[in-house]
């Protein structure tokens, strides 16, 4: 490796181990997973880097040429690995997209053991050029699966996209590199540029979810004095984010799913607990939702008792019914609070869930939000506490026994379950 080679790959190397410090330096601060893992999948690129240019041969003893080989054909695979499972994650695509799922996840998991079997299977000058040839399939089915996730809504998946798009380049010539094929110095110099400007796209889209991540997060942890409306979008923000995505629903036509949460009298919980500890209820509620949907479907306080989240893509119709029950079920529970006269307190909220499918086709926003809120206001009356329309009688019933699948052409029609179909509070 020539100084000059080598002076360039230092370089890069260095801006990339400034990305994983910055990485590092975030997760020690709020200790939320999702930054743990942008920081453990930016050092893994970092070791891809300093080993594919060569600095890891030009710097170690001559002796360990064997491991270093090996290492070449297997920390692509690594970040593969550590990449797909994280950025599944990070997009929500297990219940928002099913190809999305299947293909990070078969590619993250076939990709590391294809590899391995290649060290098995193939002569040695294989080796290197087959994990090459996943490394890169791989990195162009990112690219793919951020677009397809900023199409679907996600907004911070475009950084992931941008990334892996420099990403394609920068990875291929690395490989060139590794493989020993003649790269010139202005070619190399523009390898280099890419792989940082990737990992430092990328690493600043997974802090902008990080941040969001902590913002959820320390909900929980407001005091009673700070009103909870303000830590959600409310009123026309929330109508105007359904809107959006409802534009968006119009070309990409796919199905999505609009739930709508009703508090029921909550004057008994300010009877006990003061206009504190009732919007102290309300941000524990907001948290729990959001936890529920996930961090890539938004959250919002549309009137005083009434939350909505808004699911633009949905895996199948039949997934909003886990969903509806998991988040009847997780707001149902006691929360703490703090009484009038400081002492903790634990609250049960009378709530009604509604779960509303979404056509592929465009439908009037307001109408969307009165009728899920309707759903909501039925569910009371169920046992649990979470209501839809099936889509085959247009009844509504308890989304456990609705009949979900591909085909839901019957008409919308909103009526209150009968006397005998009503549970307990």
């Not at 941008?162 to 070619?187: K, N, Q, R």
């Not at 009688?393 to 699948?405: C, D, I, K, M, R």
């Given at each position: 490796?020539?100084?000059?080679?080598?002076?360039?790959?230092?370089?890069?190397?260095?801006?990339?181990?400034?990305?994983?410090?910055?990485?590092?330096?975030?997760?020690?601060?709020?200790?939320?997973?999702?930054?743990?893992?942008?920081?453990?999948?930016?050092?893994?690129?970092?070791?891809?880097?300093?080993?594919?240019?060569?600095?890891?041969?030009?710097?170690?003893?001559?002796?360990?040429?064997?491991?270093?080989?090996?290492?070449?054909?297997?920390?692509?695979?690594?970040?593969?690995?550590?990449?797909?499972?994280?950025?599944?994650?990070?997009?929500?695509?297990?219940?928002?997209?099913?190809?999305?799922?299947?293909?990070?996840?078969?590619?993250?998991?076939?990709?590391?053991?294809?590899?391995?079997?290649?060290?098995?299977?193939?002569?040695?000058?294989?080796?290197?050029?087959?994990?090459?040839?996943?490394?890169?399939?791989?990195?162009?089915?990112?690219?793919?699966?951020?677009?397809?996730?900023?199409?679907?809504?996600?907004?911070?998946?475009?950084?992931?996209?941008?990334?892996?798009?420099?990403?394609?380049?920068?990875?291929?010539?690395?490989?060139?590199?590794?493989?020993?094929?003649?790269?010139?110095?202005?070619?190399?110099?523009?390898?280099?540029?890419?792989?940082?400007?990737?990992?430092?796209?990328?690493?600043?889209?997974?802090?902008?979810?990080?941040?969001?991540?902590?913002?959820?997060?320390?909900?929980?942890?407001?005091?009673?004095?700070?009103?909870?409306?303000?830590?959600?979008?409310?009123?026309?923000?929330?109508?105007?984010?359904?809107?959006?995505?409802?534009?968006?629903?119009?070309?990409?036509?796919?199905?999505?799913?609009?739930?709508?949460?009703?508090?029921?009298?909550?004057?008994?919980?300010?009877?006990?607990?003061?206009?504190?500890?009732?919007?102290?209820?309300?941000?524990?509620?907001?948290?729990?939702?959001?936890?529920?949907?996930?961090?890539?479907?938004?959250?919002?306080?549309?009137?005083?008792?009434?939350?909505?989240?808004?699911?633009?893509?949905?895996?199948?119709?039949?997934?909003?019914?886990?969903?509806?029950?998991?988040?009847?079920?997780?707001?149902?529970?006691?929360?703490q609070v703090t009484g009038h006269d400081g002492s903790p307190l634990e609250v049960?909220?009378?709530?009604?869930?509604?779960?509303?499918?979404?056509?592929?086709?465009?439908?009037?926003?307001?109408?969307?939000?009165?009728?899920?809120?309707?759903?909501?206001?039925?569910?009371?009356?169920?046992?649990?506490?979470?209501?839809?329309?099936?889509?085959?009688?247009?009844?509504?019933?308890?989304?456990?026994?609705?009949?979900?699948?591909?085909?839901?052409?019957?008409?919308?029609?909103?009526?209150?379950?009968?006397?005998?179909?009503?549970?307990?509070?």
């Open positions: 490796m020539q100084p000059t080679e080598l002076a360039l790959w230092s370089a890069a190397s260095g801006a990339i181990a400034l990305v994983v410090l910055t990485g590092l330096a975030d997760y020690l601060m709020v200790r939320h997973v999702a930054a743990l893992h942008g920081t453990v999948y930016n050092a893994a690129a970092l070791a891809f880097v300093v080993l594919m240019s060569g600095i890891a041969g030009a710097l170690l003893p001559a002796s360990w040429a064997p491991g270093v080989r090996l290492a070449k054909v297997l920390v692509g695979p690594l970040c593969v690995l550590l990449g797909d499972l994280f950025i599944r994650q990070w997009f929500g695509a297990r219940h928002r997209d099913r190809l999305m799922d299947g293909a990070l996840l078969a590619s993250g998991t076939l990709v590391p053991v294809l590899a391995v079997a290649a060290l098995f299977l193939l002569r040695r000058e294989h080796q290197l050029p087959a994990a090459a040839g996943l490394v890169i399939f791989n990195t162009v089915l990112v690219t793919w699966m951020g677009l397809r996730a900023w199409l679907l809504g996600d907004s911070l998946a475009l950084g992931i996209a941008i990334g892996s798009g420099f990403m394609i380049g920068s990875v291929s010539g690395l490989y060139a590199i590794a493989l020993g094929t003649p790269v010139p110095m202005v070619w190399q110099a523009l390898i280099a540029a890419g792989s940082a400007i990737c990992v430092a796209v990328t690493g600043f889209a997974l802090w902008q979810r990080n941040q969001h991540a902590r913002r959820v997060r320390n909900a929980q942890e407001v005091h009673s004095e700070y009103d909870p409306v303000t830590k959600l979008p409310a009123g026309m923000p929330l109508v105007r984010r359904l809107l959006r995505a409802q534009q968006r629903r119009r070309r990409t036509r796919r199905e999505g799913a609009v739930l709508a949460v009703l508090v029921f009298e909550p004057e008994r919980v300010r009877l006990v607990a003061g206009v504190s500890g009732l919007n102290e209820v309300y941000v524990h509620l907001a948290q729990r939702m959001q936890h529920q949907v996930g961090l890539v479907n938004p959250v919002g306080r549309y009137w005083e008792r009434c939350f909505i989240a808004v699911m633009e893509t949905i895996r199948s119709p039949a997934a909003v019914r886990t969903l509806g029950l998991r988040v009847a079920s997780a707001l149902r529970k006691p929360m049960r909220l009378d709530i009604g869930v509604g779960v509303l499918l979404l056509k592929r086709e465009h439908e009037h926003v307001e109408d969307l939000l009165h009728e899920a809120q309707q759903l909501a206001e039925a569910a009371r009356g169920l046992a649990s506490r979470a209501a839809t329309i099936d889509p085959v009688t247009g009844e509504v019933v308890a989304v456990e026994h609705a009949q979900l699948g591909p085909q839901r052409g019957a008409r919308r029609t909103v009526r209150t379950p009968s006397r005998g179909a009503r549970g307990r509070a």
